[in-house]
């Protein structure tokens, strides 16, 4: 069983950058793909970004290609996400998730293990 803990939301200007971070335990860190989704109030779960197992990999959605990386952190069981030049339409709770996956890393059923959540706040 794996566990997950976001942390580093808060409230930015538009324009602004932050990095949020998914600690992991409980699983061996290196085995499993790692997700990030988000919610916006009144909305499904969209896909944000994922890195496959060997960290070799990253895949990004539109609308946040460029702006957003991700990157992992064996050592420290830590997968982030670094988003730069935030808009007002990034604002919505951020969820990592983690999952035994080669392929279809956009699809949230697949991923077996969320963390709670954290929220992002852009103001325009």
């Known amino acids: 069983q794996v566990q997950l803990v976001e942390s580093g939301g808060g409230l930015v200007q538009a324009g602004g950058s932050l990095r949020l971070s998914c600690a992991a335990s409980?699983?061996?860190?290196?085995?499993?793909?790692m997700g990030w989704f988000r919610q916006a109030p009144g909305k499904e779960h969209e896909f944000v970004g994922a890195?496959?197992?060997?960290?070799?990999?990253?895949y990004y959605a539109e609308s946040v290609k460029g702006r957003f990386t991700i990157s992992r952190d064996i050592a420290k069981n830590t997968v982030y996400l670094q988003m730069n030049s935030l808009k007002p339409e990034d604002t919505a709770i951020y969820y990592c998730a983690a999952a035994n996956l080669d392929s279809g890393f956009a699809r949230r059923n697949e991923y077996p293990y969320w963390g709670q959540g954290t929220q992002v706040t852009v103001s325009s």
């Open positions: 409980g699983g061996t860190f290196s085995s499993y793909a």
């Open positions: 890195i496959n197992r060997s960290s070799k990999w990253t």
